[in-house]
Nanobody
């Protein structure tokens, strides 16, 4: 059974930074495209960043482009999201998953950007 465990969220002031981590118990993690999603109150869950399995190519939602960086460590089966220049509109619960496989969602990690 696949488990996705997100961590690293918290309360940060506007302009601040956070680094999220997602440990994935996926046996063939290294060949999976992985992504970070977020869901703000009253809104649908959205994909904000993804990273491919082989080339490591990345894609970002326009709202986070230039501020967020996704990366992965296949040996640790972990995907990261470095978030810089955070804005209040980045406040959400953040989740990781494999966009082309859609495993059961983890508990997510809360990110709150507020002064």
């Amino acid at each position: 059974q696949v488990q996705l465990v997100e961590s690293g969220g918290g309360l940060v002031q506007p302009g601040g930074s956070l680094r999220l981590s997602c440990a994935a118990s996926i046996s063939d993690f290294s060949i999976k495209t992985m992504g970070w999603y977020r869901q703000a109150p009253g809104k649908e869950r959205e994909l904000v960043a993804s990273i491919s399995s082989t080339s490591g190519s990345t894609n970002y939602a326009d709202s986070v482009k230039g501020r967020f960086t996704i990366s992965r460590d296949n040996a640790k089966k972990t995907v990261y999201l470095q978030m810089n220049s955070l804005k209040s509109e980045d406040t959400a619960v953040y989740y990781c998953n494999a966009p082309y496989n859609q495993y059961s969602w983890g508990q997510g990690t809360q990110v709150t950007v507020s002064s």
